[in-house]
């Protein structure tokens, strides 16, 4: 594999910016020349220094830095510049250290996005986005309004518009014209017909958060239409207010933010991870705080053995669980772990990423619920993102609130993210309907097929009674589902036959085929067939296709055809 998701495989337009910092600022070392990591703030940037400097040689740490680059202090900006605040925070480091450094990055989901990589680095190049701690220049007494900036800034046209276009077609406007009208530099990007101000990005926020919410399910226009007013029944709990809907710049980030806020509300304690996870959860849980214990099976049995350990005296941070899991589709049971919780004191993280707040409401039975908002509730997968929700009715919630407060939670969801996310997102339910009834017809051909050995989907898991407990009343069960057949040449046959886009994520809105297991725990296949995931399975996510079924029924054809 030559690239993909963005947290396992670095952008190559983060990799360029990396790249042009370190030449520019950097000299070899001892350890030849550096790399250099990048981060949205000093803050996120001083984490990754520290992972680094517990796992380093104690040698190599003294070779460790931060670059904090920010706009000329020196020059005036249009206000769209100083709105979005562009900045960089480089972690620079000996280029041997890289795969420790990679492993922050992958884990925390903190790392700046290609997007505005890419946007800083045409200020990098300006020479319009500088190291701040650099003295001041004099300014030059002529230049008084910004001459130049980066592209997407010097003219009011789309960004899908040919390059070096202006409005209607017209070359751009020389950098002085531009100096003397900021008016051209006031659009972000114009999209399906319309411009879209920069002002308008914190109310691109609110309306994703109240998306989240429930409370807005229709398409708006931002600039003439007010928002949706928060109702006090909001996921069917009291009081929730749209400042308690936290955005992050992708899932796992939302994951780790949590984490990091319970650590520092609470007393640190182990942490629990409750039924089979999704590769980086357990990773978060074990490395940055005192550890964790793990349930891969998420079962009654689990649970059991958990009240044992609570009643023994055993205390915990908080249970970690995603609802559906990934990729077996089965459901902890939220009625006992809340009940366990209430009465033993410890957090409840509920992942409802893959049953979408669609289709289930976990929030009452959570202290916090995390999702990624780059899947289905995005469905383009041409943007990151993810949210994290404190339940005001939370024993924790206080505690929660003033950890995010004090620094646990920055707002570094970058603005030209904000906006794709919130147009992806204005179609959410109509094409959550679609993908359920879609999954349900493919589930039924699975279901239907000799050489189908199991379906794992929530509507015919053995954990079906826990999904129903928490499903909405229009809810449907979901776009994922996996299955395994009856041999694994069986499995490649049907895989390779099957006329679905290929690839390792979810929540798109084209349909997804996957040997998930083989991709995500390849070095590892003995340890999870020990929790009942076989290495042969393959796992679907759902899209919006219309012959889905004939392209299944297809493939099982060629399974069929293996001797």
């Known amino acids: 594999m030559v690239t993909g998701y963005p947290r396992f495989f670095i952008h190559k337009s983060i990799q360029a910016l990396s790249t042009d910092i370190v030449a520019k600022y950097c000299r070899p070392g001892e350890s030849g020349m550096p790399s250099a990591m990048l981060f949205p703030t000093k803050r996120t940037a001083q984490r990754c220094v520290d992972f680094i400097r517990e796992r380093a040689e104690p040698f190599t740490v003294t070779e460790l830095s931060i670059l904090r680059l920010v706009l000329d202090p020196t020059k005036e900006f249009?206000?769209?510049?100083?709105?979005?605040?562009?900045?960089?925070?480089?972690?620079?480091?000996?280029?041997?250290?890289?795969?420790?450094?990679?492993?922050?990055?992958?884990?925390?989901?903190?790392?700046?996005?290609?997007?505005?990589?890419?946007?800083?680095?045409?200020?990098?190049?300006?020479?319009?986005?500088?190291?701040?701690?650099?003295?001041?220049?004099?300014?030059?007494?002529?230049?008084?309004?910004?001459?130049?900036?980066?592209?997407?800034?010097?003219?009011?046209?789309?960004?899908?518009?040919?390059?070096?276009?202006?409005?209607?077609?017209?070359?751009?406007?020389?950098?002085?014209?531009?100096?003397?009208?900021?008016?051209?530099?006031?659009f972000l990007e114009e999209r399906f017909g319309r411009n879209l101000d920069v002002s308008l990005v914190e109310n691109a926020k609110s309306a994703i958060r109240r998306r989240i919410a429930g409370v807005l399910t229709t398409d708006l226009d931002l600039a003439s239409k007010s928002l949706p007013v928060m109702e006090s029944n909001?996921?069917?709990?009291?009081?929730?207010?749209?400042?308690?809907?936290?955005?992050?710049?992708?899932?796992?980030?939302?994951?780790?933010?949590?984490?990091?806020?319970?650590?520092?509300?609470?007393?640190p304690e182990k942490s629990i991870n409750f039924g089979f996870p999704y590769v980086d959860t357990l990773k978060i849980l074990q490395k940055f705080g005192p550890g964790a214990i793990f349930y891969g099976h998420g079962s009654s049995a689990d649970l059991d053995d958990l009240e044992a350990r609570l009643k023994a005296g055993e205390r915990f941070l908080g249970l970690f669980c995603e609802f559906p899991g990934n990729p077996?589709?089965?459901?902890?049971?939220?009625?006992?772990?809340?009940?366990?919780?209430?009465?033993?004191?410890?957090?409840?993280?509920?992942?409802?990423?893959?049953?979408n707040f669609v289709n289930v409401n976990v929030l009452p039975f959570a202290d916090v619920v995390v999702s990624s908002?780059?899947?289905?509730?995005?469905?383009d997968c041409n943007v990151m993102g993810g949210s994290l929700i404190l339940n005001p009715s939370g024993r924790y919630y206080s505690a929660l609130k003033?950890?995010?407060g004090e620094g646990v939670f920055e707002d570094t969801y970058w603005a030209e993210d904000v906006v794709f996310m919130e147009r992806n997102s204005r179609d959410f339910v109509t094409r959550i309907d679609r993908v359920n009834a879609n999954a349900e017809a493919i589930c039924a051909v699975l279901e239907a097929h000799p050489l189908v050995s199991k379906v794992y989907y929530p509507k015919c898991n053995e954990s079906r009674s826990n999904y129903e407990a928490c499903r909405l009343p229009k809810g449907?069960?979901?776009?994922?589902?996996?299955?395994?057949?009856?041999t694994q040449a069986h499995a490649i046959a049907f895989h390779d036959a099957l006329e679905t886009a290929k690839g390792p994520s979810l929540g798109t809105n084209f349909t997804l085929t996957s040997p998930y297991v083989i991709l995500a725990h390849y070095h590892e296949l003995d340890w999870v067939a020990g929790y009942g995931v076989d290495p042969s399975l393959i796992r679907i996510s759902v899209g919006l296709e219309n012959n889905l079924s004939e392209l299944f029924a297809k493939a099982l054809k060629a399974a069929e055809a293996v001797q």
């Open 328 to 355: 077996l589709l089965s459901c902890p049971d939220l009625i006992r772990i809340r009940q366990l919780a209430d009465t033993y004191d410890f957090a409840v993280v509920v992942d409802e990423t893959v049953g």
């Open 234 to 267: 909001a996921r069917g709990v009291s009081n929730l207010q749209e400042h308690d809907i936290y955005l992050t710049p992708c899932g796992m980030n939302a994951i780790f933010t949590t984490h990091q806020a319970l650590l520092k509300a609470r007393k």
């Open 373 to 379: 908002l780059t899947k289905i509730f995005s469905g």
């Open 402 to 404: 003033a950890a995010m």
């Open 476 to 486: 449907g069960y979901g776009g994922l589902l996996s299955c395994t057949l009856e």
């Open 78 to 186: 249009a206000e769209p510049l100083r709105t979005i605040s562009p900045s960089i925070s480089a972690v620079i480091f000996p280029e041997r250290l890289f795969p420790i450094a990679k492993q922050y990055w992958q884990h925390s989901g903190a790392g700046v996005s290609s997007r505005r990589a890419e946007f800083c680095h045409g200020l990098f190049r300006d020479d319009l986005l500088v190291l701040d701690d650099r003295p001041p220049s004099p300014r030059p007494p002529q230049l008084n309004k910004l001459r130049r900036g980066p592209k997407r800034y010097q003219r009011t046209a789309s960004i899908d518009e040919t390059k070096g276009a202006g409005t209607n077609g017209r070359p751009s406007p020389p950098a002085e014209e531009l100096a003397d009208d900021l008016e051209s530099s006031r």
